[in-house]
């Protein structure tokens, strides 16, 4: 991770104070934003840094939870193939849990217009079910 957005931006985001990690997610989006083509096992270690980042979703910061759930978004989007599987099954309960918060889903609501081909959690979770066999 610490190539994809450097090791100053990797430390802000496991920081205490949630100004320093809203910088650290907004880092990684943009890198995520800017790389072309990111490969699965890129894709999956940008899963596993925001699940260990968010304290496994527990942030309790709505600011820093959508700059991460936009990462998400931005990274399965790059993603050369298909989004990993098991970075989708990682993300999809909490995600789901996480857009029930008010908070979180205006914040990316008001986002969503000023975002040119951003999908956002909710995509994230359809992607999942919609290669899953809802039998």
Not at 17 to 39: C, F, H, M, P, T
Not at 68 to 96: F, K, W
């Amino acid at each position: 991770m610490g190539d994809l957005i450097g090791a100053g931006k990797l430390e802000l985001a496991q920081s205490k104070a949630w100004k320093e990690k809203l910088e650290g997610a907004q880092a990684l989006l943009a890198a995520v934003q800017n790389s072309s083509g990111l490969d699965a096992h890129t894709v999956m270690a940008v899963f596993t840094f925001v699940h260990a980042a968010t304290r496994q979703w527990k942030e309790s910061n709505f600011q820093v939870v959508g700059a991460y759930i936009e990462a998400l978004d931005a990274a399965a989007s790059a993603t050369s193939g298909s989004c990993p599987d098991r970075a989708v099954d990682m993300a999809v309960q909490p995600l789901t849990e996480k857009l029930a918060d008010v908070k979180v889903s205006a914040a990316e609501a008001t986002q969503r217009p000023r975002q040119r081909g951003g999908r956002g959690a909710i995509w994230v979770c359809c992607v999942y079910l919609s290669n899953s066999v809802l039998f």
